[in-house]
T-cell receptor
């Protein structure tokens, strides 16, 4: 089955530093990847849609200059949390769909998530 | 009103019981529907897609009622390993992004 790899799985950083999270589709191509954030006991909230070769589309309320997204290839998207603050501490999850057929009918495949703690 | 609504629970049921969750969605143009399960501090994993005719996968049965805009998930003969949060997920035709419900937390007790 389709596999999405996310790295790192856990990171602790100091306030003011930047953290990069990688999301790779291992056995399929993904023109589009999605980045979610999940706070404790809450649902997944879409942050942005990452598009290969073009700018990411950010959801309302998500700062594009703070959460930098790069989708340089059909199998890799990165999310960089710049100048991280304690309130950015959360569970960040990427996901992707295979590039085929009826796009909207295909389920998402999720990375294993990155737990970010900013001290 | 949220696009996708679920009862957050928690549901505590004994092992072997049958449990059902419902989920409602507000966008009548929604085209595809899924149930995901999420274990504590883990990523969501696809449990099953939901089709108009209803579908079954082992102990799990999913139903879709377009007229009333709700989706259901039935778990029969529940196991301890079924303990998780179940996420109702909806997608609209032409839209790339999925909308997640808050999730329903289920605990199966021995």
């Amino acid at each position: 089955g389709a596999v999405v790899s996310q790295h790192p799985s856990r990171v602790i950083c100091k306030s003011g530093t930047s953290v990069k999270i990688e999301c790779r589709s291992l056995d399929f191509q993904a023109t589009t990847m999605f980045w979610y954030r999940q706070f404790p006991k809450q649902s997944l909230m879409l942050m942005a849609t990452s598009n290969e070769g073009s700018k990411a589309t950010y959801e309302q309320g998500v700062e594009k200059d703070k959460f930098l997204i790069n989708h340089a290839s059909l199998t890799l998207s990165t999310l960089t949390v710049t100048s991280a603050h304690p309130e950015d501490s959360s569970f960040y999850i990427c996901s992707a769909r295979q590039d085929r057929g009826r796009f909207y009918n295909s389920p998402l495949h999720f990375g294993n998530g990155t737990r970010l703690t900013v001290t | 009103r949220k696009e996708v609504e679920q009862d957050p629970g928690p549901f505590n049921v004994p092992e072997g019981a049958t449990v059902a969750f419902n989920c409602t969605y507000s966008n009548s143009a929604s085209q595809s529907f899924f149930w995901y399960r999420q274990d504590c501090r883990k990523e969501p994993k696809l449990l099953m897609s939901v089709y108009s005719s209803g579908n079954e996968d082992g102990r799990f049965t999913a139903q879709l009622n377009r007229a009333s805009q709700y989706i259901s998930l039935l778990i029969r003969d529940s196991k301890l390993s079924d303990s998780a949060t179940y996420l109702c997920v909806v997608n609209n035709q032409g839209a790339q992004k999925l909308v997640f419900g808050q999730g329903t937390r289920l605990t199966i007790n021995p």
